[in-house]
């Protein structure tokens, strides 16, 4: 609220751009982890602290807010709708790469779903990792059908990932029965995709930097619910990498839909 009253009262100078910027970025870090608390209530788990998710969640609402205030004095792009649009090449190599990087994690994923081995651990001995770790019967359930759930909301990232960089993600394909050929609302897969990016990406980033140090000996890893570390390692490998890799590939394709989703400026034609 002071800082809307000072824009209100003051316009908007540099000075004061910069300072909502760099409060966004403190709400974005305030939001981090919100993800997390957003799927472990999908599947019909309880969080670990509803103040904390309460909290990320208005955080990440000011977040937008401050961002929006910061930008609240451009001059305005136009009205006119912008015909649907692929990403450019470097952008959809960037989804093919975040996409390829998810396939270990779901293939490890499915293994110990279909009740295999990996990393020394079996099928059985995670799902009784996860239910002694407190997860949900839904969780659970889908584990013992052979359907990872976490496999699965790779599978609705990838989805996302590629609605961002091609066309169909602009208007509703024919698939969609009712709703094809419409338009489809900007927010609608910004929304996941900035939530994603600002969680998947820093949590995938600074869990690889731990890894690395791990792996060159600095730091001790726990072994957690495996034989030994280095299998602890093995898994958490095939983890971040995913995260990471997919988390930017997500930032870049993000900033490419919004881009090429902006309302374009009406071309007048001068009478001769």
């Known amino acids: ?135 949900s019967g839904i969780f659970l359930a889908l584990e013992s059908w052979g359907l990872d759930p976490t496999a699965l909301l790779a599978a609705l990232g990838v989805f996302l990932l590629w609605g961002l960089v091609r066309p169909w993600g602009q208007v509703f394909p024919r698939w969609t029965l009712f709703l094809r050929g419409r338009r489809v609302p900007r927010w609608l897969p910004l929304a996941p995709a900035l939530l994603g990016a600002a969680t998947l990406a820093p949590y995938g980033v600074v869990g690889g930097g731990y890894l690395t140090l791990a792996t060159a000996g600095v730091v001790t890893i726990r072994r957690g619910d495996f034989d030994s570390s280095g299998d602890a390692l093995l898994v958490g490998w095939i983890g971040m990498v995913a995260f990471a890799v997919y988390g930017i590939a997500l930032t870049i394709g993000a900033y490419s839909y919004w881009l090429r989703t902006r309302p374009a400026c009406p071309v007048s034609v001068s009478p001769e």
């Open 1 to 135: 609220m002071v800082v809307s009253a000072a824009v209100v009262q003051y316009g908007l100078p540099p000075a004061l751009r910069v300072l909502l910027w760099a409060a966004c970025g403190l709400a974005v870090i305030t939001a981090f982890s919100l993800l997390m608390d957003v799927i472990t209530l999908t599947f019909g788990q309880g969080v670990d602290s509803w103040a904390s998710a309460v909290n990320k969640a208005l955080a990440a609402v000011g977040a937008v807010l401050l961002a929006a205030t910061a930008r609240s004095d451009r001059r305005p792009g136009g009205t006119a709708v912008r015909e649907p649009s692929a990403a450019s090449r470097l952008v959809q190599r960037a989804a093919w790469t975040g996409t390829l990087a998810f396939v270990p994690y779901a293939a490890m994923k499915l293994v110990w779903a279909s009740g295999g081995t990996f990393a020394g651990t079996t099928g059985q001995e995670m799902l009784a990792a996860s239910e002694r770790n407190g997860a």
